[in-house]
Structure formats: structure tokens, C-alpha cells
């Protein structure tokens, strides 16, 4: 409890007067709340209350717990950027070095909306570590923008160096690409109708089998079978001068390209069959076998974190909206999501570990030391 009220000790109260419940004790009991399956400041009051005792061991809880209008209306007054940066100081510690892989893609938190006042609900542009299976840090993205302005200040905020981006067709962009590269980290981008040139090029320069076979494209196959259901899944990966000097000339520069892919997919279950074919360009090595591992392991970011917080987190049902409140409380959500999978004693699922800390003060601990 200690340690997790000093990565937070520099956020700044928005409330000038009458302060009767210390902004530090009101985020530990978020953060505590949030672990233990409160999803709601009605509940985070009701847990606060059901745990005074065991609280009032480690918080100053001058004027006892704050009600739930209170927990709503100072979260909605905070900065946004003043909880970042306890998270990110939270992640540094528990995350020390990241390995290769970060996946970048955005989510939105559907219920958090007020159409009454005109306001649409949040969108978040989320950064996943693949091989640590962490949230690195997170952006929203502004009401009249999109995951292509987010994207650049989400990248600032990391040290992504040495590291593979992969993200979807809407961050195939040139300026996010020099970005990338600026930061000595290297990318793999999808394409699509967003980057029509580009993608229709590529779909060119791939549709002869017999011209990949010529300019010696790397190739790599896989088969899974399970559950009924065979995927086939093919690569090919390029950095033929004459391709790349192609794309140069038709489309312009981008920033340390050196490999084209192409992706063909096949999905067999029972008599039917499925295809589908992706594009994509790269700054790393054309090894076939590799930059099909990235792509594949890009949508963990959907299995492993925007799916658990829809099932263990109810993120998706949570009506939190006023102010500043639901991006705030989306960013304690990931902070509870990373601890609890870095405490691997209790070998259940996320919604099971959070209701074992709720009934178990040690297993909490246990959560809160990782």
C-alpha cells in the first residue's frame, strides 16, 4: 500500500477548498476496489466501507470513506495526464524491461457516453507488451479526431526503442513511421482502403506466384488444427531493390521500409472455406517466418486485453461518464488488469483472481507486492 501511494504521490487535488477526503487515500481505494470486482463508484464506496477496518491499517481516512458522489465528482475533476503518470511509474517497476513486441490498437468504452450533454463515448488507443503481457500505457483519443493523432502521443510516452510497433491499417502513416524510426525502433504496418495507393500497388507487385518465385521472396507456411477447424497461413516477405524502389517512386518514402509482405489465410471447418489476403510493410528483416509471428501476434491486444476487460472488467458496461472520470477510471482498470496477471499463484482467470482478492486480504497483497 505503501509503495502504491508513492507512484502516486505528485498527483495534484483539483479541489481548492473543503477537502475532507484525501485525494491519495481515494486512488488506493480505487486501485483496491478496481482489483477486488468493484466496477462502479457505488461499489467502490460499498468496498470501502465493507474493508474501513482493514484500510484505516495503512490510509488516514480523516472523515471515514468519501460517498460515491464524491469518488465521481474528484475523479472527473482529475487530470487525466496526473493518473498517467502513476501508471506509468506503477509499469516501470512491475514491467522492467520490455521485450520485443508492442502491439498498438484502440478500443472504445462503449457505455460511456452522454447523449443528453452531447458527448460520445471515449475511444482509447491502448499500448499491449506481447511477450510480458502488460499495458504499457494508453492514450484517448480526442472527440473530433482519431487513432491517427493519438498514436504519436502515445509513442511519446514510451521508450520504444529497440522494439517492433505493429499496428493496424488506420497507423499505416508516413509521419508515424518516422516516428518510429526517429525512436531507433522499427514497425509493421498494415495497409488497406486508407492507404489505397500504397495497398494496390502491393497487391500488384504480389499477384504473380511466378515473379515472387523470381525475385526470391522469403517464404513460410503454417498449419493449425483444433476444434474442428483447420488454418492454413501463408508469407511472403520481400526487400527486392526493384520493389521497393517501385514503391518509392509511385507513392513516396517512408520512413525505413525494407521489407514487403503479403499474408494468405485460409480457414477450412467442415465442407466450407475461408480466405483472406493482407498486406503489409515493415522496417525489419524480410524473414518470412518472423514478420508472420508479429502479425499473428498483434491481435493479443484484442484476446488478452480488450476482451478481458469486456469479461473480467465489464468495461464495456460501465455507465462512468462524468468528466474526466471514465478515462481516469480506464486507466486504473489497466493498472488492476496488469497486476493481476503478473501474480500467477492463483491459477484462475482474471474475473476469479479479482473476486479472491476481494474475499482474501492476503491474496490482495499478494496482488498489490507483484
Request: hydrophobic fraction near 40%; aromatic fraction near 8%.
Amino acid at each position: 500500500i505503501e509503495k502504491l501511494q508513492e507512484h502516486f504521490a505528485e498527483v495534484k487535488d483539483p479541489r481548492a477548498v473543503n477537502v475532507s477526503h484525501r485525494l491519495l487515500d481515494m486512488i488506493v481505494i480505487t486501485i483496491c476496489g478496481l482489483i477486488s470486482g468493484a466496477d462502479s463508484w457505488t461499489e467502490i464506496e460499498a468496498y470501502g466501507n465493507a474493508k474501513l477496518g482493514w484500510l484505516n491499517r495503512f490510509l488516514e481516512l480523516p472523515h471515514g470513506i468519501a460517498s460515491h458522489d464524491t469518488f465521481g465528482r474528484v475523479f472527473a475533476q482529475l487530470e487525466p495526464a496526473e493518473i498517467r503518470s502513476g501508471f506509468l511509474s506503477c509499469v516501470a517497476v512491475i514491467a522492467e524491461m520490455i521485450e520485443k513486441q508492442i502491439a498498438i490498437d484502440g478500443k472504445q468504452v462503449r457505455r460511456s457516453h452522454d447523449r443528453t450533454n452531447g458527448k460520445n463515448a471515449i475511444h482509447m488507443v491502448n499500448a499491449w507488451a506481447v511477450e510480458n503481457g502488460l499495458v504499457l500505457g494508453q492514450e484517448k483519443v480526442g472527440e473530433k479526431t482519431n487513432e491517427i493523432v493519438a498514436i504519436p502521443y502515445l509513442l511519446q510516452l514510451l521508450n520504444i526503442a529497440k522494439c517492433v510497433i505493429t499496428i493496424d491499417a488506420m497507423g499505416c502513416q508516413k509521419k508515424i513511421t518516422e516516428q518510429i524510426i526517429a525512436s531507433q525502433a522499427d514497425y509493421v504496418l498494415a495497409t488497406k482502403e486508407n492507404q489505397k495507393n500504397l495497398h494496390s500497388t502491393l497487391e500488384k507487385l504480389f499477384e504473380d506466384p511466378e515473379e515472387r518465385k523470381a525475385t526470391g521472396c522469403d517464404y513460410h507456411k503454417t498449419t493449425d488444427k483444433g476444434h474442428g477447424r483447420i488454418e492454413i497461413r501463408e508469407c511472403w516477405a520481400t526487400d527486392a531493390p526493384e520493389y521497393l524502389d517501385y514503391i518509392a517512386e509511385d507513392i513516396g518514402q517512408w520512413a525505413g521500409l525494407r521489407s514487403l509482405v503479403l499474408i494468405r489465410s485460409q480457414r477450412r471447418i467442415g465442407d466450407e472455406t475461408s480466405s483472406e489476403t493482407r498486406l503489409f510493410i515493415s522496417s525489419c528483416a524480410p524473414d518470412a517466418k518472423q514478420l508472420l509471428q508479429y502479425i499473428r501476434s498483434h491481435w493479443q491486444v484484442e484476446n488478452k486485453l480488450h476482451w478481458v476487460l469486456d469479461m473480467a472488467f465489464r468495461e464495456d458496461e460501465c455507465r462512468i461518464r462524468q468528466g474526466y472520470a471514465a478515462e481516469n477510471f480506464a486507466i486504473l482498470r489497466q493498472l488492476c488488469l496488469n497486476l493481476l496477471k503478473r501474480e500467477t499463484s492463483a491459477k484462475v482467470g482474471i474475473k476469479a483472481k479479482r473476486l479472491k482478492a476481494g474475499w482474501d486480504m492476503n491474496y490482495l497483497f499478494k496482488v498489490l507486492s507483484v
